[in-house]
């Protein structure tokens, strides 16, 4: 699994300072390049953009697929992290109060795949899932 090659993801922000403010200070990530309507973020060693996109008035509700027993939102993104980085990520998220739309937990305990994961939105509402396994190896396992 080593020199995985960085992912890029541009999505919309309704409020590009909130969204600065949270992408920065609650998950941490550096900020890069940035213009009047985007900015830059390394996401863990990945190009993460927002763009700022006014708030439609009939904006959509999170579609929901149901996954192990859970609403899952789709879409969403995030990254997989080594199992100590995912404790300590929903540490840092508990303090800041963020709100989960599945809380942290084992998904698939004891099947192959198992993993922590947790989802939570971002001020625009976008779903992000982070995830870790203990044994990498059963990152595709079927």
């Given at each position: 699994?080593?020199?995985?090659?960085?992912?890029h993801?541009?999505?919309p922000?309704?409020?590009?300072?909130?969204?600065?403010?949270?992408?920065?200070?609650?998950?941490?990530?550096?900020?890069?390049?940035?213009?009047?309507?985007?900015?830059?973020?390394?996401?863990?060693?990945h190009q993460?953009?927002?763009?700022?996109?006014?708030?439609?008035?009939?904006?959509?509700?999170?579609?929901?697929?149901?996954?192990?027993?859970?609403?899952?939102?789709i879409?969403?993104?995030?990254?997989?992290?080594?199992?100590?980085?995912?404790?300590?990520?929903?540490?840092?998220?508990?303090?800041?109060?963020?709100?989960?739309?599945?809380e942290?937990?084992?998904r698939?305990?004891?099947?192959?795949?198992?993993?922590?994961?947790?989802f939570?939105?971002?001020?625009?509402?976008?779903?992000?899932?982070?995830?870790?396994?203990?044994?990498?190896?059963q990152?595709?396992?079927?």
């Amino acid at each position: 699994m080593n020199n995985i090659q960085p992912f890029h993801i541009a999505i919309p922000v309704y409020d590009l300072e909130a969204a600065r403010k949270f992408y920065r200070e609650v998950l941490e990530c550096p900020e890069g390049r940035s213009d009047t309507l985007w900015i830059d973020f390394n996401l863990y060693g990945h190009q993460l953009v927002i763009h700022h996109k006014p708030k439609p008035a009939d904006a959509p509700e999170l579609h929901h697929n149901p996954v192990d027993g859970h609403d899952v939102p789709i879409p969403h993104y995030g990254v997989v992290l080594e199992w100590d980085a995912w404790h300590e990520l929903e540490a840092k998220l508990r303090k800041h109060d963020i709100q989960f739309v599945i809380e942290p937990g084992i998904r698939f305990k004891g099947k192959p795949g198992e993993q922590a994961t947790m989802f939570f939105l971002d001020p625009s509402g976008n779903a992000l899932e982070f995830k870790a396994f203990k044994d990498i190896g059963q990152l595709f396992a079927v």
